[in-house]
């Protein structure tokens, strides 16, 4: 049988879909990957079983163009359907087939799954229950002559009951780690920061030093920087923190709040990078001030007038050398 795959949206590897072909190609099956930005080809050909992915909501229509040609197809993931689960559609394989993912070198998966907390605008919570431990460093890892980088997926890394020995497991077996989903320095312990960096914790792509966390309410500056503190007291350095910055979820929220927390993290000496809830014209474009490094050199109100986009700042420079 043919079988075909869309991974809709995400740059990480899909699990779901690479437990889908190692369920499918242990029955002999022949099974294809295609990518839901590319939709060159994607309706040439007849397949017996199509699936598709998608983890953000803006991505269903892709998937409604997926069932309009493929009526039978399988679509789930969290931009879809926070319920259904593989073993709903007779997927039962923990087995991971990395032969779709040809060019992908590092190892992936959740050393722990759910969360602790009950953040309003997060569905871990009721996609994955409470926090609870999954795997093993070793047990992600897919061994030689693989490199020893993983890309864990955990999004409460602490709230696993086993933290402390999946940090030894990585300092012991020489491991480069990405804790993608970040890490809640809300709630950091002088244990647990001085255990993260003992840890070899890189960016996505290994190439940076980084640690990633979260500042979503101006409520919580006082813990928050209180955990970043705990961090850099154990040597982490202000430059490796990536800081997500939801914005355009708090009822009333301004421009002003949401500058309060850049400017405080600038300050610091983090990289804050802003994540519109709702995506308009003015929070994308401050998404793009902030994480472009313009809100460095050009003020706000320069930055709107050129509506947001960098061609434009043209009129700025003109006007800041008095040509206009």
């Not at 050909?45 to 998608?54: C, D, I, K, L, N």
């Not at 050393?111 to 229950?129: D, N, S, W, Y």
């Not at 997926?153 to 491991?175: A, S």
């Amino acid at each position: 049988m043919n079988v075909l795959l869309i991974q809709i949206d995400g740059k990480l590897p899909n699990l779901a879909l690479m437990r889908i072909a190692a369920h499918h190609r242990e029955r002999g099956d022949r099974v294809e990957l295609r990518h839901g930005n590319d939709f060159g080809g994607l309706f040439d050909e007849p397949f017996e079983h199509v699936y598709a992915s998608t983890i953000f909501e803006s991505s269903r229509p892709l998937a409604y163009r997926v069932l309009a040609t493929y009526p039978d197809a399988v679509v789930g993931g969290t931009g879809w359907d926070l319920v259904r689960r593989l073993e709903d559609i007779g997927v039962t394989t923990g087995n991971l087939d990395y032969s779709i993912y040809p060019e992908y070198r590092r190892s992936i998966g959740f050393a722990m799954r759910g969360c602790r907390l009950q953040c309003p605008f997060c569905v871990v919570p009721t996609k994955e229950g409470r926090a609870r431990a999954e795997s093993t460093i070793a047990e992600i890892w897919r061994g030689d002559p693989w490199p020893r980088e993983v890309v864990l997926l955990d999004n409460d890394f602490f709230g696993n009951p086993q933290w402390c020995v999946r940090l030894t497991e990585m300092r012991d077996g020489r491991f480069k780690v990405c804790f993608t989903q970040g890490i809640n320095a809300r709630i950091l312990t002088s244990e647990q920061a001085e255990g993260i960096a003992s840890v070899d914790y890189r960016d996505s792509e290994m190439s940076k030093r980084r640690l990633y966390t979260a500042w979503d309410n101006s409520r919580d500056e006082a813990r928050f920087f209180a955990g970043l503190e705990l961090l850099c007291k154990n040597g982490v350095r202000p430059r490796h923190l990536l800081v997500y910055m939801l914005i355009g979820f708090a009822p009333g929220e301004t421009h002003a709040d949401r500058d309060y927390r850049r400017r405080q993290l600038r300050e610091f000496g983090a990289l804050p990078y802003p994540m519109p809830f709702r995506r308009t014209r003015e929070l994308v474009g401050f998404q793009r001030w902030v994480v472009g490094a313009y809100d460095k050199r050009v003020p706000w109100e320069y930055w709107r007038r050129a509506e947001y986009e960098p061609r434009r700042l043209r009129l700025w420079q003109e006007e800041m050398t008095g040509v206009l």
